[in-house]
């Protein structure tokens, strides 16, 4: 138990279909992020919210689009994924943006599969 | 190219043999972490190194960061089962924009 929740953790969803995977994190942070860790392929960094904004967005295509209405909840919005989106996503988060001297803690994932 | 390159990929061991996990890189890191994954979770952070030689010991890990902060190592002693997982090198460059950027991985599976 990290602190960092995420659901759901299993998802399959058509191509057509429109979900949203939702993260929170019960330790008081103000640094979420969303990251993408596909088989054989490093940990990628998606998108970045410090403080409830969005300071980063990693050429992320438009079919996923982050919400985070606080800064304890981050949410990503998934619609008309490719099969090539499944993946598992990891939710982190840390005390501040800053990465020195800081930790991330990690979520569990979810599971992502797009038939 | 790959930032973080790790090495090896995958390694198979039986229980009380030693190993060392390697992570490369080209570029000046401002500090380097090491994080264990296990199936069905996400990574949990093992350690944070932030000068070069700098070397610290969990348990039976020990990590060191080289002298040029270009690269890094993770040796287990006595290796058992618990340590099975996925190790994962990440830094953040210096003049990297403060990100962290994760290595390739190596999955390691320790057997009875």
């Known amino acids: 138990e990290t602190g960092v929740t995420q659901t759901p953790r299993h998802l399959v969803m058509g191509m057509t279909n429109k979900k949203s995977l939702k993260c929170e994190q019960h330790?008081?942070?103000?640094?979420m992020y969303w990251y993408k860790q596909s088989a054989k392929k490093p940990l990628e960094l998606m998108f970045v919210y410090n403080f409830k904004e969005q300071t980063e967005n990693n050429s992320v295509p438009s079919r996923f689009s982050p919400e985070c209405p606080n800064s304890s909840h981050l949410f990503l919005h998934l619609h008309t994924l490719q099969p090539e989106d499944s993946a598992l996503y990891l939710c982190a988060s840390s005390q501040t943006r800053a990465l020195s001297g800081n930790t991330i803690y990690f979520g569990e994932g979810s599971w992502l599969t797009v038939v | 190219t790959q930032l973080l390159e790790q090495s090896p990929q995958f390694l198979s061991i039986q229980e009380g043999e030693n190993l060392t996990v390697y992570c490369n890189s080209s570029s000046v890191f401002s500090s380097l972490q090491w994080y264990r994954q296990e199936p069905g979770e996400g990574p949990v952070l093992l350690v944070t190194v932030v000068t070069g030689g700098e070397v610290k010991k969990l348990k039976r890990l020990t990590f060191q960061f080289g002298d040029a902060r270009k690269d890094s190592s993770l040796h287990i002693t006595a290796a058992q089962p618990g340590d099975t997982g996925l190790y994962l090198c990440a830094g953040v460059p210096t003049g990297g924009g403060n990100k962290l950027t994760f290595g390739t991985g190596t999955q390691l599976k320790v057997e009875l």
């Open positions: 330790l008081g942070h103000n640094a």
